[in-house]
C-alpha cells in the first residue's frame, strides 16, 4: 500500500518562506516521477511543480517559476518543495502526487496522492 503524507504547511506573511515535505511508504520516489499540485477555496487543483524519475530536470507553473523549488531526497524517500518569496495568491492547500501515467500536469493522471497540506500567506 502507498502512502504519501505530506507536513511543513503554516502561516507565513508575504515574502516569506515554507519547506513542504513529502514522505512516501510503500513505493520509492527514487524509482517514479513526482510532483506538487495546489488548491485555492472554490477553484481546481493546478499543477505546481514536477520532477521526472529519469533525472532531476524539473518544470514549473509559470506563477511560481523563480520562487520554488522541488527536490526529492532517496535516501529518506521523501519529496520537497522549497517555497520562497510567498504571495498571497499562494495560498492553497498542497498536494504531494507520485507515478504519473500522462503529461505531468494532467491531475488525473497521477496515481498516488497525499492528503493535503494547508499553506496561507498573509497580506
Known amino acids: 500500500q502507498v502512502r504519501l503524507v505530506e507536513s511543513g504547511g503554516g502561516l507565513v506573511q508575504t515574502g516569506g518562506s515554507l519547506r513542504l515535505t513529502c514522505a512516501a511508504s510503500?513505493?520509492?520516489?527514487?524509482?517514479?516521477?513526482l510532483a506538487w499540485f495546489r488548491q485555492a477555496p472554490g477553484k481546481e487543483r493546478q499543477f505546481v511543480a514536477y520532477m521526472p524519475w529519469t533525472s532531476s530536470v524539473t518544470t514549473y507553473a509559470d506563477s511560481v517559476k523563480g520562487r520554488f523549488t522541488i527536490a526529492r531526497n532517496n535516501a529518506e524517500n521523501t519529496a520537497s518543495l522549497q517555497m520562497d518569496s510567498l504571495k498571497p495568491e499562494d495560498t492553497a492547500v498542497y498536494y504531494c502526487?507520485?507515478?504519473?501515467?500522462?503529461?505531468?500536469?494532467?491531475?488525473?493522471?497521477?496515481?498516488?496522492w497525499g492528503q493535503g497540506t494547508q499553506v496561507t500567506v498573509s497580506s
Open positions: 502526487a507520485m507515478y504519473s501515467l500522462g503529461p505531468y500536469d494532467s491531475i488525473n493522471d497521477w496515481k498516488y
Open positions: 510503500g513505493r520509492s520516489f527514487s524509482d517514479y516521477s
